[in-house]
């Protein structure tokens, strides 16, 4: 059984999910590639701030 | 405008020949494969590894193939599951995915699955986007 950590989990997930809306959602290999960048640090970027905002709530 | 001028030029040609959506058919029973039918070799590749990785991931972790639809959140994990076209019957034909496991990581795992057949649709709906000259 494949059992990564929350952190693992979302870097995968991140990652897969960018490169698919990378290449769908724009017509230029240069801009499928920012787009992908994009998406990963905003899908990150999001996990890591609503998890310290649970963090201080749960305090 | 000369852009404009080309999707028109290729929506007509690819009015002309073939059928239409068999690279939306294609590109939802096997992940991919509506981009190789267009041969964009690349794009085909990029999106058949990250959506059989993201799959398999799912699985690995212990999660669940959506078997029937007793409420509407099982109604729409059964359909994200069925985006992911033979990946999943093949999953339900060889019996993965069937146990129901209370951990974190196989809920997590079950998410991967269903997220992987609604990036399968996306992917899919791409190809037929480009057949029809809608997009490059």
Known sequence: MFSPSHFTAVLLFALFASTVFGITQRETPQRMFRYGLYCFSLFVGSAIVMSWVMYLIAR | ?136
């Open chain 2, 1 to 136: 405008m000369a852009e404009a001028e080309n999707r028109t030029t290729a929506a007509k040609t690819g009015a002309q020949d073939g059928f239409v959506f068999l690279p939306l058919i294609a590109g939802w029973l096997v992940p991919g494969a509506g981009h190789f039918i267009l041969r964009k070799w690349g794009r085909g590749t990029l999106l058949a590894i990250s959506i059989v990785c993201m799959f398999a991931l799912g699985l690995a972790m212990q999660g669940r193939l959506y078997a029937n639809a007793h409420d509407i959140l099982e109604m729409l994990g059964l359909l994200g599951d069925l985006g992911s076209g033979l990946l999943y019957i093949a999953g339900r034909a060889m019996g993965l995915g069937s146990d129901s496991v209370q951990l974190t990581v196989a809920d997590w795992g079950t998410r991967f699955i269903v997220v992987a057949g609604l990036l399968n649709i996306i992917s899919a709906v791409d190809a037929h986007n480009i057949r029809t000259g809608r997009k490059l």
